[in-house]
């Protein structure tokens, strides 16, 4: 062999080495497996609703109880479809207190551990097994411990069959003097009551000149405005926090007025929704209240919604903020047509600043985007909140029951509505241009020029 052609001859070998990873020297890479690089991923971003006794379709706990999925989960993350975070992370607020998304590199880790046949690995390596307090089913729970108060609706049975039905009985809320609530949460009573529970809200019902403060109702009794609502539930929306210094406040000889949305689901269910309620201690009354607001881009009088058939259609709402206020957080309301929802600030300089966008809107998934304290916007009085809804009423948009059909504004599934529930607090004047002089852009250095 001449020493040209054996050089040409070492060459391919070890070309065709270096594409198997085995040239001499090199390490070959670690596969990835469920024990040490998938399990950890599912306990931290996972197993909070994948787990038994829940309302996921199964559990995700052990390597026997996630193989038969693996091909499924790596679409669904892959698609951002799970866990449910549909929120357009390259604009407006980054950051957020309740982000449950996968980063990229956890994306990335699950695909690769698809790819490469989804192994096991060494049973040693998995982590010690997660475990849930008693009082898990409340998600608030792990933060702040059980809810001070319980409050139940009357129990309501669903037919089998039956059109859209809405249960509206009252509460009492056991309270004998003034508090002020840190946090809420509302959960139907069992998992069979999620499957036909559209959507629940606790309208806190009470003797509160202060309550109408910020309102805008709508002349039906029934506002998404209203300042005296507690909290709205929907699949997907986890719980309200407020911000430390601010909350709501419960009086004596209040009540709780249930607006629950149930759609039949091919059984009989009996179920009812509670909410729990986390309270400040005794004597600790917080500096600012708090009011979730149901800001509007169609409503029942305001902007009519008009979706022909085969049709895509935006709609758009303005709200004027009456005081300086803090947004808290986005969360989408639309129903099977829904495609996207954004919220945008225009402020009163004519600036248009984009807060957030739900640009993959799932029906399924009603999530609430909290934001992180230090990004929660604070807007001047004045402010013009632009709710941006998009309907697609075409056979491409996944969950359309009938892209034949026109849909209008409506209470019921079927129908659509276009809304952002928000939690606002409000702020004084002074309060807010302390604010403004506390977040000044830094001047620059001249010295550094």
Known sequence: MSRTKSRATWFAIGFSLAGSGLILGATPEKPVTFS???????????????????????????????????????????????????????????????????TPEQIATVVKWVDGGAPQGDPKDMPPAKTWNDDADWQLAAKLGPPDLVIKSTPYTMPAKSQDQWWRPLADVPVTEPRWVRGVEIRPGS?????????????????DPDASKYSEPVGDGRSPNEAGTLMEWAIGKS??????????LLLPGSHIWWDIHYHAVGESIRDHVEIGVWLYPKGQEPRHRTYLTGFQSTSRTGARLDIPPNSIVMQDGFTVLKAAARLDNFQPHMHL????????AILPTGEIRMIA?????????????????????VLPKGTIIHIK??????????GNPDPDQWVGWGDRTVDEMGHAWVNVTYLSDEEYKAWTDAHKPAAPDRASR
């Open 36 to 102: 040490k690089d998938i399990a950890p991923i599912f306990q931290e971003k996972c197993q909070d609703c994948h787990r038994p006794g829940t309302a996921a379709p199964m559990p995700l706990i052990t390597y026997e109880q996630s193989r038969p999925w693996a091909r499924s989960i790596k679409e669904r993350v892959v698609s951002r479809g799970m866990p449910p975070w549909h929120i357009d992370q390259n604009v407006g607020v980054r950051h957020f207190a309740n982000d449950m998304s996968l």
């Open 389 to 398: 809804s998009v309907y697609d009423n075409t056979a491409t948009h996944k």
């Open 191 to 207: 998992v069979a009551g999620r499957k036909i529970t559209h959507h629940a809200l606790a309208h806190l019902v009470q003797d």
């Open 337 to 344: 047509r829904g495609k996207s929802m954004s919220m945008e």
């Open 357 to 377: 966008n739900v640009d993959k809107f799932d029906f399924n998934w009603m999530t609430n985007y909290i934001f992180a304290p230090e990004e929660a916007p």
């Open 239 to 248: 719980y309200d926090l407020y911000p430390e210094g601010s909350g709501k």
